[in-house]
């Protein structure tokens, strides 16, 4: 195999992309990601993330086996079997239950790859390194590089543990079963284990897993040794996908939620870059096949089982349509029934499910919730995406009393309680959450000092101005700063907008209300990972930034 390294930048700092990944975001135009990515992949876990993988009652966690071949696992415990003693180290009270793929591959030294994803309210973190000491069923684990992930694609499930597991016989073999190709088409999630190491140490070199989710049947079962999925819009890093292109070597897992059974699978994957085959699926950018080598079947394998929140599931009724600026449109919608819909907290998403023609079936999407939280319906707003399958539809397709499929609302995306200072910081699209956060703190009657920062190009892309502008005034402890990037000859400087150019962590850290202000930032990741390290390198503890980013 040919070795390549990670090359360095001028500044002497690792890029924190091995050859592969760079090779295919160079191929596919987005190697600028690489200036975003050096901010926000870390090599030691924010207090942020430490917290998050503490409370986890299990990690999906990725290896390789004797023979090197990469398998995906889980590892469960009671709460509290993972702590986190310092931002380098995590140490697992578990390991692999009985006759699972990777029961002897957690030695000191072994390439690693750690998942922590919170089913029921779509957060995920990622974490990769090595195994540091394995002894006394506790692995201790070393950071090379932590980083978050966005909440696409994820379904939402509660969890409950059963009283004590009731494995059955494991099986294994070297393809599928007629009864586990149709747990496979029936999946609406796995996991991917993927990795490659050059020679030499290289914080990009180790095991990754990742989830993939999409509506039941997007993996498609060819026959009992080939599946294939589509491979949909993401991040732009490529982790699995780089690693794939310099080692075609892949291990996948299916979980059976309401059993606590896992499926294991490794084999050797292939990509399908651009044919016919990609342009049939709706919202596919490229095709992965795994040809299976070995298949190892848990049954009940642990004690831990979700359920599907099918109960806040809503049927409701597009009731306004509304343009707020030239790429934005508003949508309320209410109960198809009348009746009450859940309530939100301002900062959530909604989840929407659209059955658009042509498009093969129903998608998933998820949209922040623009009004207030005392509306009787519930209004997203959306921008309109050239390339955005729901997007698209939404504005061009979706009439006044047009029905969706509705989840519950979601995201831990929220006001803070308390009476900090609050700066609300948002670029773009990144408003909408911004602006159903201001709608419940302009009914706070004063407790608090909050700025709401926002950049938009110009006025005409430029959504909610006279929404904000009439819920700041006779507040006065509301205060709005808006910056175009890109003003016309109509916008009016001190009316229309504030400030010429982008916002900056210096421009903000001038606003500073007062004592423990807490940021929330909201905007293109680029963005949110700017101000973010800026804010930091000011020194705005971690703690007191929090973002969420639209890729």
Request: hydrophobic fraction near 35%; charged fraction near 25%; proline fraction near 6%.
């Amino acid at each position: 195999m040919t070795v390549f390294h990670s090359p360095e930048d001028t500044a002497g700092t690792p890029s924190p992309f091995h050859y592969g990944e760079q090779q295919v975001q160079e191929r596919l135009g987005v190697r600028q990601i690489e200036d975003f990515a050096r901010k926000v992949i870390r090599p030691y876990m924010p207090d942020q993330h430490r917290n998050f993988f503490e409370a986890q009652p299990f990690l999906i966690v990725s290896a390789r086996d004797n023979d090197g071949r990469p398998w995906a696992t889980i590892l469960e415990g009671e709460d509290g079997f993972v702590a986190s003693p310092d931002p380098e180290t995590l140490t697992i009270r578990s390991r692999p239950v009985s006759g699972d793929a990777l029961e002897q591959s957690f030695s000191a030294g072994t390439d690693i790859g750690i998942l922590g994803i919170e089913l029921e309210t779509r957060r995920r973190n990622r974490v990769n390194g090595h195994v540091a000491e394995n002894r006394d069923g506790q692995i201790s684990f070393a950071v090379g590089q932590s980083f978050g992930n966005c909440p696409q694609y994820i379904r939402e499930r509660p969890y409950w543990r059963v009283s004590e597991r009731t494995p059955g016989p494991v099986q294994r073999g070297g393809g599928l079963s007629e009864t586990q190709q149709d747990w496979i088409r029936a999946a609406d999630t796995f996991f991917i284990a993927s990795g490659y190491r050059g020679e030499g140490e290289d914080r990009s070199f180790g095991m990754d897993v990742s989830h993939r989710g999409g509506e039941r049947g997007f993996v498609e079962v060819i026959d009992d040794r080939t599946i294939r999925f589509p491979d949909y819009a993401g991040n732009n890093h490529y982790n699995t996908i780089g690693n794939l292109l310099v080692d075609p070597r892949a291990g996948f897992l299916f979980l059976d939620f309401s059993s606590g059974s896992l499926l294991q699978l490794t084999g050797t994957a292939s990509i399908d870059w651009d044919t016919e085959d990609v342009d049939a699926v709706p919202g596919a950018r490229r095709l992965i096949t795994l040809t299976i080598e070995e298949s190892v079947e848990l049954p009940s394998a642990l004690r831990l089982r979700w359920q599907e929140d099918a109960d806040s599931a809503r049927s409701l009724r597009l009731v306004e349509k509304t343009r707020e600026s030239a790429d934005v449109m508003s949508f309320v919608f209410e109960a198809r029934d009348g009746g009450p819909l859940a309530p939100f907290k301002a900062g959530q998403h909604l989840p929407i499910e659209l059955q658009i023609p042509g498009a093969g079936g129903k998608i998933s999407r998820s949209y922040s919730l623009s009004g207030s939280p005392k509306d009787r319906g519930y209004r997203i707003s959306v921008k309109r995406d050239p390339q955005g399958l729901g997007s698209r539809y939404l504005h061009d397709g979706l009439d006044v009393g047009s029905l969706v499929q509705s989840r519950k609302p979601a995201g831990g995306f929220e006001v803070l309680d308390g009476d900090a200072p609050l700066v609300l910081v948002s670029a773009g699209i990144g408003v909408t959450p911004m602006l159903s956060i201001l709608h419940e703190v302009a009914a706070e009657a004063g407790s608090r000092p909050v700025w709401f920062v926002h950049s938009a190009r110009d006025g005409a892309h430029h959504p909610f101005s006279d929404e904000v502008r009439k819920l700041a005034e006779g507040r006065d402890w509301i205060n709005v700063l808006t910056h175009y990037s890109q003003p016309q000859s109509a916008d009016r400087l001190g009316q229309d907008y504030h400030r010429s150019g982008r916002i900056t962590a210096a421009s903000l850290i001038d606003l500073l209300p007062g004592p423990g202000t807490e940021f929330l930032l909201c905007g293109p990741a680029g963005f949110t990972a700017d101000i973010k390290s800026g804010l930091e390198a000011h020194g705005i503890p971690e703690t007191r930034i929090h973002s969420e980013s639209f890729g």
